[in-house]
């Protein structure tokens, strides 16, 4: 028989509700190391996926005749799906058991992954995009919750470092694995990895996993308040996706705006009213939590945001493969390795603040350092930022999970998994629109005055839209039988202006990691960590 995990302590029994170690169930069933290894395996197939994408962006274009708005659209799909349905996907984790939302989120994740790979066209490749966003929400925070029944408090920090280290060898091989992928096989294939990957994680699942509900988890749905933060999400971020196609000064980008303001207002209104609320207002009474929900946003607003030009930067400007810009990129991803465990312990140590507000500080002096990368940047330059920037992002990626996750109740903690991870989706979506304007605008700007100034025969408004679109991924807009010495002249233009907007980018993001240095000395450690300890398998 399945063993079931309760919360047998109340909100005044937190002190004595945190053994040394919680029982292992009967064999590897609920034991909590093979917990993490199970969740950690799922996890890191949604890892995998982030990077090969990005890697295989330029191929997907290319084959499939995409534009530069519809490559966004391959991220964006993927991160509105997530940012829309994280929290009631955590919540239903709450309701049913993060056991259940976990199988299903791997299978349906896997089976999305495999569908991409079948697809012929922008649009269907889009459209399982938002599947496998739908799907990785039911297993994000269900991944957290798990893992925040099965650990004592004492070793949570441990267990999340450590699933932080596996993102980050995941993220570090999906360049590579990526790479050697499109370039020996096809596009189509970097999403077939993730069916293996899926169903070893659905067999580990069915083997391991226990249900972990707490004895006053919620009994009921609050439909109407699912459907006013759903709906306010999906304005939100719908505004900030379409924003630099629509204008930041159009009517419909603030309409939508201002919808998602209205939706969230009724939803906090709502929310006081009924009587199992979606997300009880009352958890953001903590500074230090709401601090790390902030903290999270500007971390990926950065983050994200800022790493989504660089594989142009490498593959189009560099002239790189992708096997080669993967392997570019291994400092980054092999410092968050590195600095994944290593960040848990200090977090341990020292608590949050001082590690998250170093890492943000290290991540806007990287960032800074990646808006001075120019065309003839060499490897070892380049290799600087990029692991000045993987080590940053350690601590802020254990310690903000930590942070959120330990200050909500235990009842709520598939919801405190929801935002943690909405927070990160919200945020680079704001990455991705905001410094996507922020490009296209300082090319809109640079391009026709340096296209004059190189002594290029001129262009008509039309061509020039072309060509800025090109540019904006780092492509020289050459016409078939250019000569050599006019493609010369325009590639160096269009490098020289793709690489002055992603350097000004790269500014805006550093001082977002700036801002958030000063956001992380409000975190503090989880005060209802010791909850996760106190579940006891009967």
């Known amino acids: 028989m ?17 053994p040394s170690d919680p029982a292992p169930g009967r064999g590897l069933r609920g034991h909590p190391w093979f917990t993490l290894i199970t969740v950690a395996v799922g996890v890191m197939m949604v890892a995998l996926d982030g990077t090969i994408v990005a890697i295989a962006n330029p191929a997907i274009q290319k084959d ?51 569908a991409i790979g079948l697809s012929h066209s922008i649009a269907a490749v889009v459209t399982f995009r938002v599947l496998q966003g739908l799907f990785g929400a039911l297993l994000m925070p269900a991944a957290l919750g798990l893992l925040r029944a099965t650990f004592p408090a004492e070793k949570l920090n441990m ?17 590579i694995l990526g790479g050697v ?47 006013l933060l759903s709906g306010a999400m999906f304005c939100l971020v719908w505004a900030l ?17 201002g919808a998602s303001v209205l939706g969230f207002a ?77 960040a848990g312990a200090l977090i341990t140590k020292l608590g949050p603040r001082i590690p998250l507000a170093g890492g943000m500080l290290a991540t806007a002096v990287a960032m800074y350092g990646m808006s001075t990368l120019k065309a003839g940047t060499g490897s070892a330059t380049m290799s600087l930022w ?58 809109d700007h640079d391009l026709p005055g340096n296209w004059k100034d190189a002594g290029l025969p001129p262009l008509s408004q039309s061509q020039l839209d072309q060509a800025s ?12 039988g250019t000569p050599e010495a006019i493609a010369t002249k325009i590639t160096s233009v269009a490098h020289d202006t793709f690489i002055s907007g992603m350097s000004l980018a790269s500014l805006v993001a550093a001082g977002v990691a700036a801002v958030a240095v000063l956001v992380a000395l409000l975190t503090k450690r989880g005060e209802n960590a010791e909850a996760g300890a106190g579940a006891a398998h009967i």
Do not use: C
């Open 2 to 18: 399945t063993s079931q995990t309760i919360d047998t302590t109340g909100p005044g029994d937190k002190a004595s509700a945190a």
């Open 64 to 114: 499939l005749g995409a534009s530069f708005a519809d490559v966004q659209w391959i991220t964006n799909g993927y991160f509105l799906a997530l940012a829309v349905s994280l929290i009631t996907a955590g919540k239903l984790g709450d309701r049913f058991g993060h056991r259940q939302t976990f199988l299903i989120g791997v299978t349906g994740f896997a089976a999305a992954s495999g």
């Open 159 to 175: 267990a999340i470092g450590i699933w932080g280290m596996v993102i980050g060898a995941s993220t570090a091989g999906g360049p």
């Open 181 to 227: 992928l499109v370039e020996h096989v096809n596009w189509q294939s970097v999403f077939f990895i993730n069916v293996p990957v899926g169903a070893l994680a659905l067999v580990l699942g069915l083997l391991i996993l226990t249900d972990h509900r707490a004895e006053n988890a919620p009994r009921s749905f609050d439909i109407l308040g699912i459907a």
């Open 241 to 257: 996706i379409k924003a630099p196609t629509w204008g930041w000064g159009d009517g419909k980008t603030w309409l939508f705006i």
């Open 266 to 342: 009724l939803f906090s209104v709502w929310e006081t009213k009924v009587k199992e609320p979606l997300i009880p207002l009352s958890l953001f009474r903590s500074v230090p939590l709401s601090a790390g929900v902030v903290l999270m946003v500007l971390m990926a607003i950065a983050f994200m945001g800022g790493l989504f030009f660089v594989t142009f930067y490498l593959q189009n400007v560099h002239g790189m493969s992708p096997i080669d810009a993967g392997l570019h990129l291994l400092p980054l991803t092999g410092m968050m390795i590195v600095g994944s465990p290593l």
């Open 386 to 443: 990029f692991a000045l920037l993987g080590l940053g992002l350690a601590p802020v990626m254990v310690g903000a999970t930590e942070v959120i996750v330990g200050n909500a109740p235990m009842e709520l903690s598939g919801v405190a998994g929801g935002l943690q991870q909405a927070a990160m989706q919200i945020g680079g979506s704001l990455g991705t629109a905001v410094l996507g304007a922020v490009m296209a605008s300082k090319v």
């Open 469 to 480: 679109e090109a540019v904006q991924v780092g492509v020289a807009p050459l016409a078939k």
